[in-house]
């Protein structure tokens, strides 16, 4: 018995050395791969990116939160695959050592110049690929936002090519595309309408910039999937979305700068559950108000919330979000002091079901505008005076998307109820319903994408609208795409100029409203070319717009009674050309825009339409610091003209301004900016829609890495 447990003793012993010897001999022969991934142009950590071994794609590793990775090998040298979406690809050589060396492997990645891969949601009111949209769709990511430096998309806008903000009447900063002014041009957030015109121009400074995670832009006639004022496009602003699984992260921004400019800004974001959270708020204010040309007396004050939700419970998505904005200005008009008090809210709600390649998604939402007009002759308003303009915009919809017919099918039904209360609209207040049910078809065969679609607009006040498109897009190679439309856009008549109900005794003149009006009307046609790869992009587009049934003033009567009517046609018609190439850490973009615009009546040139512009910008990294230049000129522009003859009598001079940002990493997640827009003070009169000096400013932001 003894000597059967001094064997087992013995065996076990063995055994014992036998692993030990095994782990030592592994630990001689084991090595590791380890480094992290970086983003070249910003030079922070990159989380997501794949690390693969070529030929042996079952080894690789996924870049942690702070960048890092690491892989097991044998000791030896290797050849490594990175990849992460919006990147270019990148293959390096790494020595795989026992223990991982003593310092791990950076790797920079280059940003894709235009990633074709990124989604998108306007094009076709679903979710698709940037490279998939058959109409062309322009992308402002949240790089481009972070490097303008910009407090509200106005400043975000102001270096796109072929887009010019149009000044409003009296203040306001509205959005002009292929020639067609703020009226024409429809603004939504997260793909519902905002409501907010005033005098026809929606207000883009309006809206801070913090909480946008990306605009897009598409141009010409949107009518089909979005209806009224889409005859100039539609800018679509959409927000930082709340996602299931995230963590809580908190972000926090300070700005100071000249003119009084102090910007705050405050962002929260996590999950619970199967659900998502987030939440931006945020302080503006500025010594100008927006479209004013000169700082004599004016300030814009402005204080925004934007809360939004999501949860996810199998096949269905339950979304919400809300807007507050509440807004104070202040200019002077001759002798007069004008202020502005304002409040935006919106509000929506709605559930996407997805079931194989069907999607149903039905959403409601609200958008509510108050303003309070007043004016006094010294630089407080007199309490209980003014004119009070309140807008609302109830609206149900619901979409589809399927496969039929070979094809994806795009279909819904928009019920919309339009109010007002206004002191100079006749009878106080009015109330307006529409019906609009659209459809579009797109097949896709080998190269070829065609969409074919229609939306049919019914009102209780003006009737029917029908506004079809065609739609053409052909990849000969992945990295070039070729477009084609035909499409016909239409703006219903608003509430002023239908019911407006205005006396000035004191000048001797009256404007009433026209409720026997007819909806303006479009038709365009656009051909472009665009090559994308991964270190250059171009794109080259030539469009033409013909619009009849204008709404506008006729002559007064002889009573001196001015009455709108659909009184003005014309064309606008151009070129627009972009490049951009992006080499290491740099990025270097530049535009030119064409644009011819004249009245049909007289065949001169619209008013307020530059004919030529143009933007340069460079982004690189020197010293640690991303350093950021944007150049943009504004060619000469026709501002007022003989009323009889169309004659232009007086044109403004071209402006050319630069813009140039700092911004570097501190310790502590902190990062630090500076900038100055209008570098070398170029001024303009009082015919520039907005200030043109000098603007000095310095930030400080706190963004933490996402924790995995």
Same mark, same amino acid.
């Given at each position: 018995?003894?000597?059967?447990?001094?064997?087992?003793?013995?065996a076990?012993?063995?055994?014992?050395?036998?692993?030990?010897?095994?782990?030592?001999?592994?630990?001689?022969?084991?090595?590791?791969?380890?480094?992290?991934?970086?983003?070249?142009?910003?030079?922070?950590?990159?989380?997501?990116?794949?690390?693969?071994?070529?030929?042996?794609?079952a080894?690789?590793?996924?870049?942690?939160?702070?960048?890092?990775? @690491?892989?097991?090998?044998?000791?030896?040298?290797?050849?490594?695959?990175?990849?992460?979406?919006?990147?270019?690809?990148?293959?390096?050589e790494?020595?795989?050592?026992?223990?991982?060396?003593?310092?791990?492997?950076?790797?920079?990645?280059?940003?894709?110049?235009?990633?074709?891969?990124?989604m998108?949601?306007t094009?076709?009111?679903?979710?698709?690929?940037?490279?998939?949209?058959?109409?062309?769709?322009?992308?402002?990511?949240?790089?481009?936002?972070?490097?303008?430096?910009?407090?509200?998309?106005?400043?975000?806008?102001?270096?796109t /090519?072929g887009i010019?903000?149009?000044?409003?009447?009296?203040?306001?900063?509205?959005?002009?595309?292929?020639?067609?002014?703020?009226?024409?041009v429809?603004?939504?957030?997260?793909?519902?309408?905002?409501?907010?015109?005033i005098?026809?121009?929606?207000?883009?400074? @309006?809206?801070?910039?913090?909480?946008?995670?990306?605009?897009?832009?598409?141009?010409?006639?949107? !009518?089909?999937?979005?209806g009224?004022?889409?005859?100039?496009?539609?800018?679509?602003?959409?927000t @930082?979305?709340?996602?299931?699984?995230?963590?809580?992260?908190?972000t926090?921004?300070?700005?100071?700068? *000249?003119?009084?400019?102090r910007?705050?800004?405050?962002?929260?974001?996590?999950?619970?559950g *199967?659900?998502?959270?987030?939440?931006?708020a945020?302080?503006?204010?500025?010594d100008?108000?927006?479209?004013?040309p000169?700082?004599?007396?004016?300030?814009?004050?402005?204080?925004?919330?934007?809360?939004?939700?999501r949860?996810?419970?199998?096949?269905?998505?339950t979304?919400a979000?809300?807007?507050?904005?509440? $807004?104070?200005?202040?200019?002077?008009?001759?002798?007069?002091?004008?202020?502005?008090?304002n409040?935006?809210?919106?509000?929506?709600?709605?559930?996407?079901?997805?079931?194989?390649?069907?999607?149903?998604?039905?959403?409601?939402?609200?958008?509510?505008?108050?303003?309070?007009?007043?004016?006094?002759?010294?630089?407080?308003?007199?309490?209980?005076?003014g004119?009070?303009?309140?807008?609302?915009?109830v609206?149900? $919809?619901?979409?589809?998307?399927?496969l039929?017919?070979?094809?994806?099918?795009?279909a819904?039904? /928009?019920?919309?109820?339009?109010?007002?209360?206004?002191?100079?609209?006749?009878?106080?207040?009015?109330?307006?319903?529409?019906v609009?049910?659209?459809?579009?078809?797109?097949?896709?065969?080998?190269?070829?994408?065609?969409t074919?679609?229609?939306?049919v607009?019914?009102? $209780?006040?003006?009737? /029917?609208?029908?506004?079809?498109?065609?739609?053409?897009?052909?990849r000969?190679?992945p990295?070039?795409?070729?477009?084609?439309?035909?499409g016909?856009?239409?703006?219903?008549?608003?509430?002023?100029?239908?019911?407006?109900?205005?006396?000035?005794?004191?000048?001797?003149y009256?404007?009433?409203?026209?409720?026997?009006?007819?909806?303006?009307?479009?038709?365009?046609?656009?051909?472009?070319v665009?090559?994308?790869?991964?270190?250059?992009?171009?794109?080259?587009?030539?469009?033409?717009?013909?619009?009849?049934?204008?709404?506008?003033?006729?002559?007064?009567?002889? !009573?001196?009674?001015?009455?709108?009517?659909?009184?003005?046609?014309?064309?606008?018609?151009?070129?627009?050309?972009?490049?951009?190439?992006?080499?290491?850490?740099?990025?270097? $973009?530049?535009?030119?825009?064409?644009?011819?615009?004249?009245?049909?009546?007289?065949?001169?040139?619209?008013?307020? @339409?530059?004919?030529?512009?143009g933007?340069?910008?460079?982004?690189?990294?020197?010293?640690?610091?991303?350093?950021?230049?944007?150049?943009?000129?504004?060619?000469?522009t026709?501002?007022?003209?003989?009323?009889?003859?169309?004659?232009?009598?007086?044109?403004?001079?071209?402006?050319?301004r630069?813009?140039?940002?700092?911004?570097?990493?501190?310790?502590?997640?902190l990062?630090g900016?500076?900038?100055?827009d209008?570098?070398?003070?170029?001024?303009?009169?009082a015919?520039?829609?907005?200030?043109?000096?000098?603007?000095?400013?310095?930030?400080?932001?706190?963004?933490?890495?996402?924790?995995?």
């Open positions: 018995m003894a000597k059967a447990r001094s064997w087992v003793r013995g076990g012993l063995v055994v014992i050395g036998l692993v030990l010897a095994h782990s030592a001999l592994e630990a001689q022969q084991a090595a590791v791969l380890r480094g992290r991934v970086m983003d070249a142009a910003a030079g922070t950590p990159l989380e997501g990116a794949e690390v693969a071994v070529a030929g042996d794609p080894r690789r590793a996924i870049s942690e939160a702070d960048g890092a990775w @690491r892989l097991t090998a044998e000791p030896g040298r290797y050849r490594l695959t990175v990849r992460r979406l919006g990147y270019a690809v990148r293959v390096v790494a020595e795989a050592v026992p223990g991982g060396g003593d310092a791990p492997l950076t790797i920079a990645l280059t940003p894709i110049v235009l990633s074709l891969d990124a998108v949601v094009a076709a009111r679903r979710e698709q690929k940037l490279k998939d949209a058959v109409v062309e769709t322009e992308l402002i990511g949240a790089d481009e936002i972070e490097r303008s430096g910009a407090s509200d998309l106005a400043g975000v806008l102001t270096t /090519t010019q903000l149009d000044g409003g009447t009296p203040a306001g900063a509205g959005v002009l595309l292929q020639g067609l002014g703020s009226q024409r429809l603004v939504l957030l997260d793909g519902q309408p905002l409501v907010g015109r005098n026809g121009n929606f207000d883009v400074s @309006r809206l801070p910039a913090a909480m946008v995670e990306r605009v897009e832009v598409v141009r010409g006639p949107q !009518s089909t999937l979005y009224s004022e889409a005859m100039g496009g539609v800018v679509n602003i959409i @930082r979305q709340a996602e299931a699984g995230e963590p809580l992260r908190m926090a921004s300070a700005v100071m700068g *000249s003119l009084g400019r910007d705050a800004a405050l962002g929260l974001s996590g999950a619970r *199967s659900g998502g959270y987030a939440l931006d945020g302080l503006r204010t500025v100008l108000a927006p479209g004013i000169g700082d004599a007396g004016t300030f814009a004050r402005r204080w925004d919330l934007a809360p939004r939700a949860w996810t419970a199998g096949s269905l998505t979304e979000s809300g807007l507050v904005i509440v $807004e104070r200005q202040r200019y002077r008009t001759g002798q007069l002091f004008r202020f502005a008090d409040t935006q809210l919106g509000g929506r709600a709605g559930v996407t079901w997805r079931r194989g390649a069907w999607r149903l998604a039905p959403v409601f939402s609200f958008s509510r505008f108050d303003h309070l007009s007043r004016a006094a002759t010294g630089p407080v308003p007199v309490s209980d005076s004119q009070r303009d309140v807008q609302q915009l609206q149900a $919809e619901v979409a589809a998307s399927g039929v017919a070979g094809g994806i099918f795009d819904g039904m /928009t019920l919309k109820r339009d109010a007002i209360t206004a002191d100079r609209v006749r009878g106080g207040g009015r109330a307006l319903h529409s609009e049910p659209f459809a579009q078809q797109t097949w896709t065969r080998g190269a070829a994408s065609l074919l679609g229609g939306r607009s019914w009102s $209780e006040q003006w009737g /029917t609208a029908v506004t079809p498109r065609l739609a053409l897009m052909v000969p190679a990295p070039l795409a070729l477009r084609a439309s035909l016909r856009g239409y703006r219903a008549p608003d509430f002023k100029e239908l019911y407006l109900d205005f006396v000035n005794a004191a000048a001797g009256a404007v009433e409203g026209n409720p026997g009006l007819r909806p303006e009307r479009s038709t365009n046609a656009a051909l472009s665009e090559w994308v790869g991964e270190r250059f992009f171009g794109r080259a587009s030539a469009f033409r717009n013909r619009f009849t049934d204008f709404i506008d003033f006729g002559s007064p009567d002889a !009573s001196g009674t001015y009455t709108y009517g659909n009184i003005a046609d014309g064309t606008t018609r151009g070129l627009e050309i972009e490049a951009g190439l992006a080499r290491g850490g740099s990025r270097l $973009e530049a535009g030119y825009g064409y644009l011819d615009a004249r009245d049909a009546r007289t065949g001169q040139p619209l008013l307020g @339409r530059p004919a030529h512009s933007r340069l910008t460079l982004a690189t990294v020197v010293l640690g610091a991303r350093v950021a230049l944007a150049g943009t000129l504004t060619g000469p026709p501002v007022a003209h003989d009323d009889t003859t169309g004659l232009v009598t007086r044109t403004r001079t071209a402006y050319t630069v813009d140039a940002r700092l911004a570097w990493s501190l310790p502590w997640s990062e900016s500076a900038g100055v209008n570098l070398f003070d170029a001024r303009l009169g015919d520039w829609p907005g200030f043109t000096g000098r603007q000095v400013y310095a930030g400080l932001s706190w963004k933490p890495q996402r924790r995995p």
